[in-house]
């Protein structure tokens, strides 16, 4: 079952009457349960794409099925409430509330969602300990390390169940081995418990840890390929 | 999102900001602070001057010659010769005022009392021997003059206390005699220190038999006022009835309009100054409204700064499924909240002040002056200060909604 089907995607911006192509033509699929990285030099067009599948932009021609689809059908609202319920989102730069604890940060799409209240504290702390971080749970989220604040938003993007799980650049600001350990437990999140990743990023290390990897050149697809050898902790990392 | 949680992410917004959030109610606290102040103050001074005119005598009735004053500038009454000795004993008959019980004429002036080497300038009142029960006016020291006094123009005299003080320091003054205008009194009586309890001022006045007055000071066979005491209060409209149609009989007047006299009672007077102090409470309080506006405006502006600065957070929070109105319903409940706190803050401010000022009053000015908290406009310093937050926020909050979530994620 494909969860993304984009054809023909294209998007213009419009700079004061100075039109740049960021995406020309894009067609692929994703299916559910798939790790997708997406590559490409910087101004190749990954983010932008990245935020037209996650629903934070629009796009300026072609067309994007979500769930079988097209987004263009759903208004503002709905939208707003697919975003919060069948997506998750791991930027680069963490983007957590820094005064918020690590569980108030994990609660925040809790609140934007559907979900009976009593479950929110038990869902929180759930995706709190999927990322081991259980004993930061009262922490404000400031006082944590880089890689310390990527797991956090691992588990915001997790609490409330998304059907996919989009990462931004996950590991651009943390050191190599937080850097690791983060790119790991995305991983587990594909492999263990089903979630479907797009990956964005740079660093064909990073994005050999996807099953699939798409190039980007100028807005263009430039290669669709299944990864030869896919890079595997061993180590169990969730506890 | 549900509104609960709504309000508790704007207070705690609010919270993240402490001091800024401080600062920008600074205006909104300021602005109710002084309308609070100001209606209550102006309660206070209402209740006051009601009460002095209470302390006229809630059961005397005034006839003023002349016309009805028509402003403060009317001096006119001051020289109108409409009240003679025919007048005041027409109402003395009962047949004429029949809830009238005493009948008292008054005359003053202005005049300086000489002892020794001691001037002093004084108000001068010549009255009737029961100006002592119609003003409460019980000496120190002393006996009040009497009737007799009135019919034989005794030249006798009751100081007030500051008089007194005046010309005789701590001697002893009654038994003694003063000059006033070429001729000796004999001081009778001292009266105790009043203080400012009503529109006359005892304390710096000197009382005498008006026909003494009439026939040694003044000249004159008019009197200033004549004072009418009714039986009850109840009947007071009844007593000011009686005098007018006594009155317009005597002098064949048949259109009011062309009245030679001017009847007052206190419920009149009462109402006039409380006409007079809303409006100027109105008044002051619309200048201090104002403040509310630039108050108002300064919030919207902080808002505004604020919506830029946390544009991130608006990205963050659209991007994990807040709705346009989610985002909207957060920044303008912030603004209301920051607002209405500045209301709280402003109303208690206000009342403390306005509470402090009333204690202040009744030691150093010594007058009854009386607290009373402002119920109406703690009310109305509530509902406007929220007002204020909705109408100053609801650009900075829209400004906040329509944001993309895309451009506010990608915001440094």
Do not use: C
């Amino acid at each position: 079952m494909n969860i993304i089907q984009v054809k023909n995607l294209g998007k213009v911006y419009d700079n004061d009457g100075v039109r740049t192509d960021a995406l020309r033509g894009v067609f692929f699929d994703i299916k559910k349960g798939e790790f997708v990285a997406i590559m490409g030099p910087s101004g190749s067009g990954k983010s932008t794409l990245l935020q037209i599948l996650g629903l934070l932009d629009d796009y300026t021609s072609g067309s994007y099925l979500f769930l079988d689809k097209s987004i263009k059908t759903y208004n503002q609202k709905e939208i707003a409430k697919i975003r919060n319920e069948k997506m998750g989102f791991i930027f680069q730069s963490f983007n957590l509330l820094p005064k918020a604890t690590v569980l108030e940060n994990v609660k925040l799409p809790l609140l934007y969602s559907d979900k009976p209240e009593n479950e929110w504290e038990k869902l929180a702390r759930e995706a709190v300990i999927a990322v081991g971080l259980e004993h930061r749970m009262f922490h404000e989220a400031k006082m944590l390390s880089g890689g310390e604040k990527q797991r956090v938003a691992i588990a915001r993007a997790l609490v409330n169940g998304p059907e996919v799980i989009f990462a931004d650049e996950p590991t651009g600001n943390l050191d190599s081995k937080s850097g690791q350990s983060v790119i790991e437990i995305i991983q587990k999140l594909n492999k263990e418990l089903g979630h479907t990743v797009i990956l964005i990023t740079h660093e064909t290390y990073t994005a050999e840890y996807a099953e699939r990897i798409i190039r980007l050149h100028d807005g263009e697809i430039e290669s669709d390929k299944q990864v030869e050898n896919r890079r595997v902790e061993g180590k169990d990392f969730i506890k | 999102m549900k509104f609960r949680y709504s309000i508790k992410t704007a207070v705690n917004g609010l919270k993240t900001h402490k001091s800024r959030s401080a600062l920008t109610i600074l205006g909104i606290v300021i602005g109710i602070t002084s309308i609070i102040l100001i209606m209550s103050l102006g309660t206070g001074a209402k209740d006051l001057i009601l009460a002095q005119v209470q302390g006229l005598g809630a059961k005397n009735v005034i006839v003023l010659p002349g016309k009805e004053p028509s402003g403060p500038s009317d001096l006119a009454s001051l020289f109108a010769d409409s009240l003679k000795q025919r007048e005041l004993d027409a109402l003395k008959n009962k047949n004429n005022v029949p809830n009238g019980r005493m009948v008292m004429p008054i005359v003053f002036g202005s005049e300086s009392g000489v002892y020794g080497s001691e001037v002093y300038k004084f108000s001068l009142f010549g009255s009737g021997e029961l100006m002592e029960t119609l003003f409460d006016l019980k000496p120190e020291k002393g006996f009040f003059f009497t009737d007799e006094d009135v019919k034989s123009k005794a030249s006798v005299a009751v100081l007030g206390s500051k008089v007194k003080d005046k010309l005789f320091g701590s001697d002893e003054a009654v038994g003694e005699k003063i000059r006033i205008k070429n001729t000796s009194f004999k001081v009778i009586a001292v009266l105790p220190k009043k203080g400012q309890s009503s529109f006359i001022n005892f304390d710096e006045a000197v009382v005498i038999p008006y026909t003494t007055m009439q026939q040694y000071i003044s000249g004159t066979k008019y009197f200033n006022r004549i004072v009418v005491e009714a039986d009850s209060e109840k009947n007071i409209d009844i007593v000011s009835q009686d005098i007018k149609k006594t009155l317009r009989d005597m002098h064949n007047i048949t259109d009011p309009s062309k009245d030679d006299f001017f009847v007052s009672t206190p419920a009149e007077v009462a109402e006039k100054l409380g006409t007079i102090f809303n409006a100027l409470t109105i008044f002051l309080t619309a200048i201090a409204a104002i403040s509310l506006v630039v108050g108002g405006v300064g919030i919207m502006n902080i808002m505004l700064v604020s919506v830029t600065e946390r544009t991130k957070e608006i990205g963050l929070r659209k991007a994990l499924g807040a709705t346009d109105n989610d985002v909207l319903t957060q920044f303008l409940l912030e603004a209301v909240i920051l607002t209405a706190t500045g209301g709280l803050v402003g109303i208690i401010l206000g009342s403390s002040f306005s509470f402090i000022a009333s204690i202040l009053i009744n030691k150093f000015a010594g007058l009854a002056w009386t607290f009373s908290f402002p119920y109406g406009a703690a009310l109305l310093g509530l509902v406007v200060s929220s007002l204020v937050g909705l109408i100053f926020g609801i650009y900075p909050a829209r400004q906040a909604s329509h944001k993309s979530p895309m451009e506010a994620l990608r915001y440094e």
